[in-house]
């Protein structure tokens, strides 16, 4: 489950599959940090894994109300694990952007708003 | 009776001063600290430090494969719970800091979350190194000589070595007329854009009492004594190879090299009694598990307010309710505009880049404080948890804002009031067989006064092209500045100091750390703890 679960988080976040190495340091990282949830945490996770396509609106919709949610927590983890990770340096570092990205920045914060909308809705039915 | 001059109780900053002053003068010295280590090896610096390779934090970031170990920590500490316990937001580097707080350093509160530690050179083991003198108006509301002060800034800039600007706005509530210290450090282009807007609506921001400057910082611009300039890495939260930024250690380990001084560690002080001999301190060794006794002619507490105010009330037995100051800490994150969409230079430092004080009254009293930051080597992951956003866009989003972040830390300055006390009780699960009762709330008018201050802040950040995106509370204790435990007073009266040091009701016993102090002002209080440590002890007779 952890390893499917390192899987999804590495897709959603960098749109690329971990290494071993990479997989095998999320386990880790979730057995030494004893995460736990409630049966409602867990059911969210366990949805989230089996339909990756719902996850950016599952993350999203959880920043409303439960913003240390179980899930949340793990996508942290991944998100630590990959920023120190040489392979995807440059995914997480400031660059010089031309004037158009602006626009195209712009448009993804407001599409992460209406995600939070969409996210909070499906949570209603998990 | 026993052949040590004085026994210093602590290794921090206060410790550490007053310790040297009188090695200096030639008396024999103890001192006696819990002293925890980043590692068992010997040395201030842990063992894991000196596995992280001496390069930039960017040249890291590219090539080392290992990196997570030294930036989350071998068991990945640095993604542990947020929400609460001491030290949660520590780098796996210095989160020795608190280790053993919470089992030796009991206490209840609904409303204060203090941070201490038990660490070899204690909370100066992570000190921000911001360095603020203290007024003419605030050393008189302290109770602090001003002349033995002024003159004891220029003895710990000496030491402990400083970089400042003293030719800016802020050099009135940052160096003052300190001569001792270095030329200023760089600061970064995100730091360099606000200061040029500063200068530009200087008269505007001037005239509603705002000055905006470099801080000065215990961090050097170049080399001192054996220790070496600042490198600009951006790796002080995880390692300092150079030795560029005043950790007190580094004056202890000088110590350890004099006879007339000798340092022992693992001991937690429980309390002290005087006879006709001296004093006498009775400690819980933390290994052996066994109470201790030693004995000098003089005894020097310098654990910090708080613990030092819980071995006098041990000591005294008594479960008098005292009082103690605290600052006020808020911060938002703003967000320079113009800088947004930048790549962050590769060389830079992550401590405060500039200072902004606010001084309504022309008169250096009353000020409120704000350190300004940038945000690189804390990691994007732990600014993402933070954000109300699904963690993908966010990422994204934050990658075109971050160059453009400032972190605004406010202190507001605190004077005693009965809604902040601490009071010993008894309880018989503890090694010291008493926990302690903390509470810290401000009064309706004090929150009121607070947040209008901080309403001037954001205008002024935004007058200057910043916009505060949020405020957050860290929670009572947060600014990790505490003082007033045991007031000076001019008056013998118990549970205060007279304005030597001397603890009231004994002979031979001194506190030379903040707990005299009775204001707290907003300017960062550890370089005038330094000096108030060397001016306590610099007048007793060996």
New interface residues.
């Given amino acids: 489950m952890q390893e499917k679960e390192a899987e999804i988080f590495s897709k959603?976040?960098v749109k690329s599959s971990p290494s071993e190495t990479l997989i095998s340091?999320y386990v880790?990282?979730c057995n030494?940090?004893k995460l736990a949830g409630n049966a409602k945490d867990e059911k969210i996770v366990s949805f989230a894994v089996r339909n990756p396509f719902f996850l950016?609106?599952l993350?999203?919709g959880l920043?409303?109300s439960k913003?240390?949610s179980l899930l949340?927590?793990k996508?942290?983890?991944m998100?630590?694990?990959l920023?120190?990770?040489?392979e995807y340096?440059e995914?997480?570092?400031?660059?010089?952007?031309s004037g158009v990205?602006?626009i195209g920045?712009f448009f993804?914060?407001c599409?992460?708003?209406a995600?939070?909308i969409m996210?909070k809705f499906i949570l209603m039915f998990i | 009776m026993s052949d040590v001059d004085f026994i210093v109780v602590g290794s921090g900053c206060s410790g550490a001063m007053a310790a040297q002053t009188l090695v200096e003068s030639g008396a024999r010295v103890l001192m006696l600290d819990v002293g925890v280590k980043g590692a068992e090896d010997e040395g201030r610096v842990a063992s894991d430090e000196k596995k992280i390779p001496l390069k930039d934090f960017?040249s890291i970031?590219?090539?080392?494969?290992n990196?997570?170990e030294y930036?989350?920590g071998k068991?990945?500490e640095?993604?542990?719970?947020t929400?609460s316990g001491s030290g949660v937001q520590l780098t796996p580097a210095r989160k020795h800091i608190v280790k053993h707080v919470d089992e030796f350093l009991k206490y209840s509160s609904e409303s204060f979350v203090p941070v201490e530690s038990l660490a070899y050179g204690g909370l100066g083991a992570g000190w921000g190194l911001g360095c603020c003198v203290y007024s003419t108006a605030e050393m008189k509301q302290c109770n602090l000589p001003e002349n033995e002060m002024l003159n004891a800034y220029d003895v710990v800039a000496g030491r402990i070595g400083i970089s400042a600007d003293e030719k800016d706005d802020a050099d009135p509530y940052t160096i003052g007329k300190t001569k001792n210290h270095l030329a200023p450090l760089k600061i970064d282009a995100n730091a360099e854009l606000l200061l040029e807007k500063y200068n530009i609506k200087k008269s505007g921001l001037n005239q509603n009492g705002f000055f905006l400057g470099r801080p000065a910082l215990a961090l050097l611009s170049e080399n001192f004594n054996d220790r070496k300039a600042s490198a600009y890495d951006d790796m002080h939260f995880y390692r300092d190879a150079g030795n560029s930024a005043y950790r007190p250690g580094l004056t202890i380990d000088e110590l350890k090299k004099k006879n007339n001084f000798s340092y022992i560690g693992n001991q937690l002080i429980i309390s002290f009694s005087e006879n006709e001999h001296g004093v006498s301190v009775k400690t819980f060794d933390i290994e052996s598990k066994e109470e201790k006794i030693f004995t000098a002619k003089n005894l020097v507490l310098a654990a910090g307010a708080l613990s030092t105010a819980r071995i006098v009330l041990r000591s005294f037995n008594s479960e008098k309710q005292i009082s103690f100051l605290c600052n006020p800490y808020t911060y938002y994150p703003c967000l320079q505009w113009k800088m947004a969409?930048?790549?962050?230079e590769q060389n830079k430092t992550g401590m405060c880049q500039l200072s902004l004080f606010h001084d309504p009254q022309g008169t250096n009293f009353d000020v409120a404080m704000a350190s300004l930051y940038t945000y690189?080597s804390l990691?994007?992951?732990r600014l993402?948890?933070e954000v109300?956003?699904?963690?993908?866009?966010?990422?994204?989003?934050m990658?075109?804002l971050?160059?453009g972040i400032i972190i605004m830390g406010i202190h507001h300055p605190d004077s005693f009031s009965s809604n902040r006390f601490m009071k010993r009780m008894s309880d018989a699960g503890t090694v010291t067989k008493d926990s302690f009762k903390m509470e810290f709330v401000l009064g309706e008018e004090e929150e009121a006064k607070i947040i209008s201050r901080e309403k001037l802040f954001k205008s002024a950040m935004s007058k200057m092209g910043a916009t505060a995106l949020k405020r957050v509370e860290p929670g009572m204790g947060a600014s990790i500045h505490y003082a007033g435990t045991l007031p000076f007073s001019k008056e013998e009266k118990e549970l205060s100091l007279d304005l030597n040091g001397r603890l009231q009701g004994t002979k031979n016993v001194y506190v030379a750390d903040s707990s005299g102090f009775t204001y707290l002002p907003a300017k960062g209080l550890t370089f005038s703890l330094m000096a108030n440590a060397h001016n306590v002890v610099k007048k007793l007779n060996t």
Avoid at chain 1, 83 to 86: G, K, M, W
Wanted: proline share 3%; no cysteine.
């Fill in positions: 959603y976040l340091r880790l990282a030494k940090l950016p609106l993350d999203a920043t409303f913003h240390k949340r927590k996508i942290m983890i998100l630590a694990i920023e120190t990770t040489p340096y995914q997480f570092n400031t660059k010089n952007y990205k602006w920045i993804r914060g599409w992460a708003v995600k939070m996210g | 960017e970031r590219v090539e080392e494969k990196q997570h930036f989350l068991n990945f640095s993604l542990e719970s929400e969409g930048k790549k962050i690189r990691f994007l992951f993402l948890n109300p956003l699904n963690f993908r866009d966010a990422k994204e989003l990658r075109f971050l160059s």
